[in-house]
C-alpha cells in the first residue's frame, strides 16, 4: 500500500502507561499528539541521518496505521472503518532536547519532526479487530530493546483515530503513529534497528 500525496504524520504520545512512568509522568488523561513532515519518512531498508550535537537521540517503536477512508466526529464503528493498513515504525526523538522544551512549555518540532525522524515498515492491509492484538519488538545491533503489545494501549487504534476526528478532517492516507511502549532508549550513528510482528512482519533501517 503506496502513501498518497500530500499526507500527513500524526503522533500519539503517552498511549502506554509504562512508558509515561519511564519518564517520570503519571497515567494520562488524555493523549497528546504532535506531526511529523512526511519529509521525515525513512523507508524500510533505508538509512536515517541523524542530527549532530543536540543531545541523545531514542528510538521509540510504534505501531503505525494507515486510514482508507478519513471524516469528522467519526463514532467507534465509522473510526473503526476508516483504518485500512498497518506497519511498524520508530519515531526517533532528540530526548533531551525534547525535556528543555518541554520545561520551558515549548512546541516539540524541533525534538521530533527532524530530517529522518520517522522511519517507517510497508503497509499492510489490517482491520481495527486485528490492531488490538499486535505484539511487536525492537531490536536495536541484535538486542531486543523494546517489547510491546497492544493490549497495553490506554487508547485503541479506533479510540485515537475518533479523537483526532474531532480537531481534523481526517482523510485518506493519513498516517498515525500510535504511541510507544516501554524501553525507549540511546542510539547512535552506526545502530542498525529491527523492528518485527507476527502479524506485521520484519522491517530494517541503520542510523548513520
Ligand atoms: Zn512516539
Avoid at 503497509?123 to 492484538?133: G, M, Q, R, S, W
Wanted: net charge neutral.
Amino acid at each position: 500500500m503506496s502513501l498518497p500525496s500530500p499526507a500527513r504524520i500524526f503522533c500519539i504520545g503517552r498511549n502506554y502507561d509504562l512508558h509515561a512512568a519511564e519518564l517520570g509522568q503519571g497515567p494520562a488523561s488524555e493523549p497528546v499528539v504532535f506531526m511529523k513532515p512526511t519529509s521525515a519518512i525513512v523507508a524500510d531498508g533505508g538509512s536515517a541521518r541523524l542530527p549532530r550535537g543536540l543531545g541523545s537521540v531514542h528510538h521509540e517503536l510504534e505501531l503505525v496505521l494507515l486510514l482508507q477512508t478519513g471524516g469528522r466526529e467519526l463514532d467507534a464503528a465509522a473510526a473503526a472503518a476508516a483504518i485500512g493498513g498497518a506497519t511498524l515504525g520508530v519515531d526517533l526523538t532528540l530526548r533531551e532536547l525534547q525535556q528543555t522544551l518541554k520545561a520551558a512549555g515549548l512546541p516539540w518540532e524541533r525534538a521530533k519532526a527532524f530530517d529522518d525522524s520517522a522511519l517507517l515498515g510497508r503497509f499492510l492491509p489490517a482491520t481495527a479487530a486485528i490492531l488490538d492484538e499486535v505484539e511487536m519488538t525492537l531490536a536495536v545491533d541484535g538486542e531486543i530493546r523494546q517489547r510491546g503489545h497492544t493490549r497495553q494501549m490506554r487508547w485503541s487504534p479506533v479510540a485515537l483515530v475518533g479523537w483526532l476526528s474531532r480537531c481534523w478532517q481526517l482523510q485518506a492516507g493519513d498516517v498515525i503513529y500510535t504511541g510507544t511502549p516501554a524501553g525507549v532508549g540511546p542510539v547512535g550513528a552506526g545502530s542498525e534497528l529491527a523492528a518485527s510482528s507476527p502479524t506485521l512482519g520484519r522491517y530494517r533501517w541503520t542510523l548513520r
